[in-house]
C-alpha cells in the first residue's frame, strides 16, 4: 500500500523566512496530494492541493511542486509569519485505496519567531 | 466549502463505558465518510471507512467490535467506542467527501472539528 514519509519533524524560521516542507511517497500511481494545516485540538484545514497532471501550483505565499519521476512534493510557504505556526500534513491518494483514502505524512511542527 | 459537523465535541467517560460519535455532512451528501484517530502529538490515523448502507471498513489492527460504525443515511455516521478503557483516550476526528465528485470533479475530502474523548 501507499507510504508517506515527511520531513522535517520540526521546523523554526523567523518571520518572513521561508520554510519548505517535504514528502515523499511510495505508489507511483497515486495522483492526488493535499497539504494540510492543524492548529492545537483544530481540525486539520487543507491549503493547498495538487493533482499528478500538474508540476508546480501556488496560491499567495504558498506553494507545492510535485516531481513525479522521484515521487516526492513539496510545501513552500514564503513570508513566513508567527499565525503560520502550525502543524503541516502531507497526505497522498491513489489506486491502493480505490482513491478514497488519505494516507498521511507525520507532521512537520512549523514554529514562527517574530 | 462543504461542513462537516461532530458531535460531541469532548466528553469525559468512565472505563467501561460506551460512548456515541456523531458525524454529520451538513450541506452534502457523503457516501463515505472516514473516521480518524489522532493522539498528541501524531499524525491522523485512519481506522475505518465508513459506507452508506453497507458495513464499515476498518484498517488493519482496528478491532471491529470495539470501534462500532454505522452508517445510516447519506449526512450521517456514527462511532461508538464500547467498552472504553483510558488508552482510548484521543480526538477522533471525521471526514467525508461529497458523493458529487465524480462530476464535480472535487478532490477535497472534508473535515470534522473533532472529538476529544478522556476516559476515566
Known amino acids: 500500500g501507499e507510504n508517506v514519509e515527511q520531513h522535517p519533524s520540526t521546523l523554526s524560521v523567523q518571520e518572513g523566512d521561508s520554510a519548505v516542507i517535504k514528502c515523499t511517497y511510495s505508489?507511483?500511481?497515486?495522483?492526488?496530494f493535499p497539504w494540510y494545516k492543524q492548529e492545537l485540538g483544530k481540525r486539520p484545514q487543507l491549503i493547498i492541493d495538487?493533482?499528478?497532471?500538474?508540476g508546480e501550483k501556488k496560491d499567495q505565499r504558498i506553494a507545492v511542486t510535485l516531481n513525479k519521476t522521484a515521487k516526492h512534493f513539496s510545501l513552500h510557504i514564503t513570508e513566513t509569519q508567527p499565525e503560520d505556526s502550525a502543524v503541516y500534513f502531507c497526505?497522498?491518494?491513489?489506486?491502493?485505496?480505490?482513491?478514497?483514502?488519505?494516507?498521511f505524512g507525520t507532521g512537520t511542527r512549523l514554529l514562527v519567531s517574530p | 466549502g462543504a461542513v462537516v459537523s461532530q458531535h460531541p465535541s469532548w466528553v469525559i467517560c468512565k472505563s467501561g463505558t460506551s460512548v456515541k460519535i456523531e458525524c454529520r455532512s451538513l450541506?452534502?451528501?457523503?457516501?463515505?465518510m472516514f473516521w480518524y484517530r489522532q493522539f498528541p502529538k501524531q499524525s491522523l490515523m485512519l481506522m475505518a471507512t465508513?459506507?452508506?448502507?453497507?458495513?464499515?471498513?476498518?484498517e488493519q489492527g482496528v478491532e471491529k467490535d470495539k470501534f462500532l460504525i454505522n452508517h445510516a443515511s447519506l449526512t450521517l455516521s456514527t462511532l461508538t467506542v464500547t467498552s472504553a478503557h483510558p488508552e482510548d483516550s484521543s480526538f477522533y476526528i471525521c471526514?467525508?467527501?461529497?458523493?458529487?465528485?465524480?462530476?464535480?470533479?472535487?478532490?477535497?475530502?472534508?473535515f470534522g472539528p473533532g472529538t476529544r474523548l478522556t476516559v476515566l
Open positions: 471526514s467525508a467527501r461529497d458523493m458529487g465528485y465524480w462530476t464535480s470533479g472535487s478532490n477535497e475530502q472534508f
Open positions: 497526505a497522498a491518494r491513489g489506486p491502493a485505496t480505490g482513491f478514497q483514502k488519505l494516507v
Open positions: 450541506d452534502f451528501q457523503a457516501t463515505t
Open positions: 505508489d507511483s500511481a497515486s495522483n492526488y
Open positions: 465508513s459506507n452508506e448502507g453497507s458495513k464499515a471498513t476498518y
Open positions: 495538487i493533482r499528478s497532471n500538474v
